[in-house]
Structure formats: structure tokens, C-alpha cells
């Protein structure tokens, strides 16, 4: 079956250090793979995706992400975190007109 | 440019009542997809459309939810009679067509049943 697992349900990192957010999928083909983050009461906002090419992708609020073939990885970075990045953040992978989302992964920054 | 719209942002009804949820998408968005957000979960789609063509409604469950977008533009889900397992965000979300997998979702409806 598709999946997409996150396999961190909660991170906490301090502010200023780096991030880095783990997703793997399981697809018979390479799927488009996705980043959303949802904040606290909102919807999900994109954050950036990856179709083919270039397998470091960048997006919005300085996030990048780098899509591993041999790993079936898409794992989130970002170099500095600031207090405004914590949220809840879902790697999702679509395929057949169908996109699947992982269960998530809640980020805290400590001051 | 707007957003995608859903009303009501809260919802807290009795079992067995039922409930309305109302999804305005982005205006030129063709498709448009309902998901079901549990708590600590990913979202999980309960149906999408093209235009006013329901194409997959696979995990609907057709015994207790009922969707509708006639105009092809804003779609109400439907609830009738709740159950206490309802309780969820009703997440709301559109695009382009050809845009694959690139969502815009609304701030979603969360419904509590008690």
C-alpha cells in the first residue's frame, strides 16, 4: 500500500540551530512529494515540492528539502529555526490523482 | 486574492444531530477536495471534484455523509446523524487542474459531537 510515515512525532530544537524533519514514503513509482506546514486553528500552507530534477528543493520562510531516490526520502532542513517556525509540519506524496499525507511531526523552538 | 473560505470554524452538536459544513474554494480552482483531519493525524480525503463531477468519493461514508458542489464553485458536506468518532477538522481545499498535488487548503471546520 502508499504510505508517506514521518517517523518523529515531536521535535523541539533551540532557536537558531538547525532542523531537520525526516519523511519516507513508500510508492511503486516516485511519487510528487510535498511539504505543509499548519500552524495552531489554521489550514495547511505549502511549503515547497518536488516533481523531478534538481533533487534539493527550495521554499518559502527558508525551508529546503532534499528528495533521496535510494532512501525513498524527502527530509525537511532548515539552517537557522526561529521561534515563529513552530508548528505542526506534514510531508505528503501525491500519485494517480491521490496525494497522502504522513501523520506529522509538531515542532517546538525553545528560546 | 481570497483564500479558500469554510464555514463554520467551530462546530459542537449532540449525537445523531446533524451538521453543514460550506467550502467557498479559490476562485478558478476546478478541483476541490473535503479531508478529514483527526487529532495528531495527517489529513485523509473524503472526496474530491472536478467542477461539479464528484471523481472519487471512495472514502465517503456514504451512510451518514452526503457532499454537493452543483455550480461547480463552493460545495457544503453534510453530516446526518453524527456519531461521538465524527469529531474532527473538516478540512476544505482547492486547485488548478494540472496542478498535482499542490493544495491550498481553508482554516477548516472543527466539529465536536458529544
Known amino acids: 500500500a502508499q504510505s508517506v510515515t514521518q517517523p518523529d512525532i515531536h521535535i523541539t530544537v533551540s532557536e537558531g540551530a538547525s532542523l531537520e524533519l525526516r519523511c519516507n514514503y513508500s510508492y511503486g513509482a516516485t511519487p510528487y512529494l510535498f511539504w505543509y506546514v499548519q500552524s495552531p486553528g489554521q489550514g495547511l500552507q505549502l511549503l515547497l515540492k518536488?516533481?523531478?530534477?534538481?533533487?534539493l528543493v527550495q521554499g518559502i520562510k527558508g525551508f529546503e528539502a532534499e528528495f533521496k531516490r535510494s532512501q525513498s526520502s524527502f527530509n525537511l532542513r532548515k539552517p537557522s529555526v526561529h521561534w515563529s517556525d513552530a508548528a505542526e509540519y506534514f510531508c505528503?506524496?501525491?500519485?494517480?490523482?491521490?496525494?497522502?499525507f504522513g501523520d506529522g511531526t509538531t515542532l517546538t523552538v525553545k528560546p | 486574492e481570497a483564500g479558500v473560505v469554510q464555514s463554520p470554524r467551530y462546530k459542537i452538536i449532540e449525537k445523531k444531530q446533524p451538521v453543514a459544513f460550506w467550502c467557498n474554494p479559490i476562485s478558478g480552482h476546478n478541483t476541490l477536495y473535503w479531508y478529514r483531519q483527526n487529532l495528531g493525524q495527517g489529513p485523509e480525503l473524503l472526496i474530491r471534484y472536478e467542477n461539479e463531477e464528484a471523481v472519487d468519493d471512495s472514502q465517503l461514508p456514504k451512510d451518514r455523509f452526503s457532499a454537493e458542489r452543483l455550480k461547480g464553485v463552493d460545495s457544503t458536506l453534510k453530516i446526518q446523524p453524527a456519531e461521538l468518532g465524527d469529531s474532527a477538522v473538516y478540512l476544505c481545499a482547492s486547485n488548478e487542474r494540472g496542478r498535482n498535488g499542490e493544495l491550498f487548503f481553508g482554516e477548516g471546520s472543527r466539529l465536536t459531537v458529544l
Open positions: 505528503a506524496a501525491f500519485n494517480a490523482g491521490k496525494s497522502t
Open positions: 518536488y516533481f523531478s530534477g534538481d533533487t
